[in-house]
């Protein structure tokens, strides 16, 4: 393993160990008296979060994630920066998420959980992208608590001169029982735009359920989400501060068949609901500005 990374961390008293879930893709595994969770270096991303009292992960993680260098994992909570979903000649969803993060800080939380600060300066970004936007200068820090319920907090700091305008998500994939059967409450009347179909409309149901191929960007909305599965006998309760914009998104069979890092049944089991702020909720941050995108993920067994 390479230590480098870690050499300067204690582990908490044991809430902290580091590792690696590939050679060269560092992590930190976090158990607590809460819950399990892996974050990756490599992406600043979580990967698995697991309530000690829950027989299932609830954030998804695909058996066939890729660990290489210039390619997303895929699962998890990526995050989608400065840009969300494709960009000129540039990568999709950004550079944050085939980044390596460094590790700024960890600590216990009065509360018995454990916090996790990790950094990327924009200065690692990709040359491609820095030499066709010279002045772009945003530092990110993402801080990640593991207690009684999870938090992740995203915060971009703009350095430069000048207002930027970005966008941002935490593309959190949930581990679901059956996406025929779950379902999704807290965006009825709320208009998105289909990005299958290209058009705008407003979602006009109580509940959303899933029967085919799914990707649609929920604007102007800073509602609390439930995604109810009844297979895995619990809620998940998903609300969020500084996000205008919610991200619903399944492959469905066909498109997930042709994704070489998701297995056959993959599409089954996982659901992406995305706290962010995209198209026309895309942020404008003046110099010195700084913008902080958190989401709270909390999941209640039925009784
Ligand atoms: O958040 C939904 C989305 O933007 C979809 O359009 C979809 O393609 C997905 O993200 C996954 O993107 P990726 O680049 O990780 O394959």
Redesign the pocket.
């Known amino acids: 393993m390479n230590k480098e990374h870690f050499h300067k961390h204690t582990t908490l008293n044991g809430q902290l160990s580091f590792d690696e879930i590939s050679p060269g893709f560092p992590v930190i595994k976090i158990n607590n008296e809460y819950a399990c969770a892996t974050i990756s270096l490599y992406g600043g991303q979580l990967l698995d979060y697991k309530p000690h009292e829950q027989l299932e992960q609830v954030i998804w993680l695909s058996d066939q994630a890729l660990f290489e260098e210039n390619k ?1 994992i ?1 699962g998890g909570v ?1 995050i ?1 920066w400065p840009w ?2 494709d960009y000129e000649k540039f990568p ?2 950004g550079y944050a998420r085939t980044t390596f993060w460094e590790i700024e800080s960890t600590k216990q939380t009065i509360d018995g959980g454990t916090e996790v600060i990790l950094k990327m300066s924009c200065h690692e970004l990709c040359q491609n992208f820095l030499d066709s936007h010279p002045l772009f200068d945003c530092d990110l820090a993402i801080t990640i608590t593991v207690a009684s319920k999870l938090t992740i907090e995203l915060k971009t700091t703009n350095n430069s001169q000048h207002t930027v305008g970005i966008s941002d ?1 935490l ?1 959190s994939y949930f581990k679901i029982s059956d996406i025929h059967t779950v379902d999704v409450i807290g965006l009825a009347q709320v208009n998105f735009f289909d ?1 299958l179909k290209n058009q705008e409309a407003c979602y006009e149901e109580s509940k959303m359920r899933f029967m085919t191929e799914t ?1 649609r960007v929920f604007i102007d909305t800073t509602n609390e989400i439930n995604l109810n599965d009844p297979g895995f006998n619990r809620t998940i309760t998903i609300s969020k501060k500084n996000s205008n914009s919610t ?1 619903i ?1 399944n ?1 469905w069979q066909e ?1 997930s068949s042709q ?1 070489s890092d998701m297995s056959n049944q993959a599409w089954l089991q996982m659901l ?1 609901i ?1 706290s962010a702020n995209v198209l026309k909720n895309q942020l404008l941050l003046e110099s010195g500005e700084t913008h902080r995108l958190t989401t709270s993920i909390a999941v209640k067994t039925y009784i």
């Open positions: 997303a895929r990526p989608c969300f979903g999709a969803h998500a593309h990005k990707d991200v998104w492959p498109k994704m992406c995305e």
